[in-house]
């Protein structure tokens, strides 16, 4: 990949973090700084693990994300909390557990829950250091106004509030300008359309588009989050970018239709790469790469994708359903072309660019995220800040890891539940496909996995019985 830098580049870039990477080595300490840095956040959504060329996709070209691996830190065991969105989603804003906050399953146009207002977000959290805040993209964390993005920290919104297969809310604020589709009226929205499929775009909390043109939609959030981060660039700044795509149904403009080696799946994901080196090359213009941290991933595993050599896809708790792609990239500050294979995950962003802007994460209830900048930073020995880490799905624990062992415990699967699964336990270093059950020959870890189970059953609770912990969902009135 180096090849593909001019030299003189890499050799600075690679440098440069060399020197930041050994100075954080010493003191263990967040990089200082004139001002807090930009975290940019782009969140794909139902990428799998072996969706990007530099974790292994064989056809689906990624030049800019396989640059941005090259100048940053590649994670291999990245974490999301949820094999689906909507919990995904609750974690990364909120630093914990879906079920903590009880946000475990997705929601649709028809919920009455959503984030709670007693939550602190992370973008409640920068805002109050003074940074501008936007949100562009997928939301789904309530599409009712006291659950949008704007009322939870971001100064702006530009997004379809849920996936992209569902529906017309009955009641949502509708712009007086709103661009609508032919023989359609404002009256006509206030009732809300059943079809499937077609989604609105709303501007902060209004929609000002019905049905979205979903070719255009990466493009147009390109074109906002450059917006935002050009009127944004003398100040710190946090954009948090959850793509719509490539959730179904598939949708890419016409000048990247046709061009990747896999169908339509592969030209969107070249067209996310794509919309990633514009923002990239966007913070080099302005002169303020140095001063921001990026970050890219996914909400949770394939739905039509490859998660390989992971086992399992979205909507299970095997390694394919949460185990994510994860690239890290901030010149100077984290070591360039190196890979971290210790456990993080995406509730460990919230304690940690909370630290790097000066702050801290909520001391007045549990946070389950903890701070990973010595990970981040490649500090000579830093480990896992995790004992363990649970696969919850819906309210069910199904699985926990500690260390490089995996234990699932048994349960039902498949579509008429006619498959058993575990107990079973797995060595991820030495069976990363989870294939070779060898619980029998390791009572011990599965004794001592267990006990950590019990514990997190007692302290968010698993299926219908609720830990001392859970704090409820936001609600309506």
């Given at each position: ?311 399992g896809r979205k909507g299970s708790t095997w390694e394919g359903g949460m185990r994510e792609p994860c690239i890290l990239r901030w010149p100077g500050h984290i070591p360039a072309g190196t890979t971290c294979d210790e456990l993080a995950a995406t509730m460990d962003l919230l304690p940690t660019f909370a630290k790097l802007a000066g702050t801290q994460a909520p001391t007045d209830r549990v946070i389950d995220g903890r701070d990973i900048w010595p990970l ?44 058993q699964v575990g107990p079973a336990l797995y060595d991820l270093a030495a069976d990363i496909g989870e294939a070779n059950n060898v619980a029998g020959a390791h009572a011990d870890v599965v004794k001592r996995l267990e006990a950590l189970a019990a514990q997190m059953r007692e302290d968010i609770g698993d299926g219908k019985k609720a830990g001392k912990n859970r704090r409820p969902p936001g609600t309506v009135g």
């Open positions: 990949m180096a090849s593909r830098l001019n030299r003189r580049e890499f050799l600075g870039v690679a440098g440069a973090a060399a020197v930041t990477a050994s100075r954080a080595a010493l003191s263990g300490e967040a990089p200082a700084a004139q001002r807090p840095p930009n975290f940019i956040i782009l969140f794909a959504d139902d990428q799998g693990y072996a969706d990007v060329g530099c974790f292994g996709a064989p056809k689906i070209k990624t030049p800019n994300l396989d640059r941005m691996a090259v100048e940053g830190r590649k994670f291999t065991s990245f974490y999301v909390s949820a094999p689906v969105c909507t919990p995904s989603r609750s974690t990364l804003m909120t630093g914990c557990y879906a079920q903590r906050v009880s946000l475990p399953n997705v929601l649709f146009p028809n919920s009455q829950v959503g984030i709670s207002g007693k939550e602190v977000t992370i973008a409640e959290l920068l805002k109050a250091r003074g940074y501008a805040t936007a949100c562009v993209g997928k939301w789904h964390l309530g599409h009712l106004p006291q659950f949008l993005p704007t009322r939870h920290g971001f100064d702006s919104y530009l997004g379809i509030p849920y996936s992209n297969d569902m529906w017309l809310a009955a009641d949502m604020a509708i712009a007086k300008d709103a661009k609508l589709g032919p023989g359609l009226s404002l009256d006509d929205l206030k009732k809300g359309n059943r079809k499937r499929n077609d989604s609105p775009l709303l501007r902060n909390e209004e929609v000002i588009e019905y049905p979205v043109d979903q070719t255009t939609l990466t493009e147009r959030y390109t074109e906002e989050a450059i917006r935002f981060i050009t009127a944004s660039k003398d100040k710190p700044f946090l954009l948090y970018l959850p793509h719509t795509m490539p959730h179904y149904p598939l949708h890419v403009s016409e000048r990247f239709k046709g061009k990747s080696a896999t169908g339509l799946y592969g030209d969107v994901i070249e067209c996310l790469d794509w919309s990633t080196g514009q923002i990239l090359d966007t913070l080099r213009k302005l002169g303020i790469d140095q001063q921001t941290c990026v970050i890219y991933t996914s909400d949770n595993g394939p739905a039509a994708g490859s998660a390989v050599p992971l086992r981040m930073a490649g500090v000579e020995g830093a480990r896992t800040p995790h004992e363990a880490y649970f696969y919850y799905r819906g309210y069910s624990l199904e699985a926990v890891r500690s260390g490089n062992w995996k234990l699932h415990f048994p349960r039902r699967e498949g579509r008429k539940g006619d498959q």
